[in-house]
Each structure stands twice: as structure tokens, then as C-alpha cells.
Nanobody
Framework: QVQLVESGGGLVQPGGSLTLSCAAS????????MAWYRQAPGKERELVAN???????NSADSVKGRFTISRENAKKMVYLRMNNLKPEDTAVYYC?????????WGQGTQVTVSS
């Protein structure tokens, strides 16, 4: 059974930082592309950042220079370090694992950026 469990969300003031974590189980983690997506109220889910099994990363233009995705294969963990948060970053953040046409999702964690 595949499980992706996110943690680390919460309420933060503009300009603040958060680190999201995602713990994976039930998959050969090192073979999967891992990603963070987000969905704000009334909007479609969008890709935030992506890291391949080989460690190559890319991120959305809206978060470049502020967010960093990383992974620890030995721990089956993927992280999203978010700096200089803005109100428009408010959303539910989802962890995603993908490989060979299969895609798995976590339940999401809420991030709210507000003063």
C-alpha cells in the first residue's frame, strides 16, 4: 500500500519560512520522480517543484529563488523549503510520486500566509 504523508504546514506571516516534509512508504522511493503541487481555493492544482530520481530539480517561475525541493532517498523523504512566503502562496500543498505511468498523492497540508 502506497502512502505519502505530508507535514509541516501551518500559518506564517508574509516573509516567513516553512519546510514541508513528505514521508513515503510502499514504493521504491529512489526510482520515483517526486514533486510538490499546490491548490488554492477556486484554482486548479499547479506544479510547485519537481525532483527526478537523479536529483535534477525544477520549479515554477512563481517560486523560483524562494522555494527549494530536496530528497533523502535513504529516509524516503522529500522536502520543500519555502522562504519569503507571500499571501499568494496560500494553498493546500500536495506531495506526489510518479514512475512508469503511476502517480500517487498525499492528503495535503495547508499553508496559510497571512498577517
Amino acid at each position: 500500500q502506497v502512502q505519502l504523508v505530508e507535514s509541516g504546514g501551518g500559518l506564517v506571516q508574509p516573509g516567513g519560512s516553512l519546510t514541508l516534509s513528505c514521508a513515503a512508504s510502499g514504493i521504491i522511493f529512489s526510482l520515483h520522480r517526486m514533486a510538490w503541487y499546490r491548490q488554492a481555493p477556486g484554482k486548479e492544482r499547479e506544479l510547485v517543484a519537481n525532483i527526478t530520481s537523479g536529483g535534477i530539480t525544477n520549479s515554477a517561475d512563481s517560486v523560483k529563488g524562494r522555494f527549494t525541493i530536496s530528497r533523502e532517498n535513504a529516509k524516503k523523504m522529500v522536502y520543500l523549503r519555502m522562504n519569503n512566503l507571500k499571501p499568494e502562496d496560500t494553498a493546500v500543498y500536495y506531495c506526489c510520486a510518479a514512475n512508469l505511468g503511476y502517480t500517487y498523492w498525499g492528503q495535503g497540508t495547508q499553508v496559510t500566509v497571512s498577517s
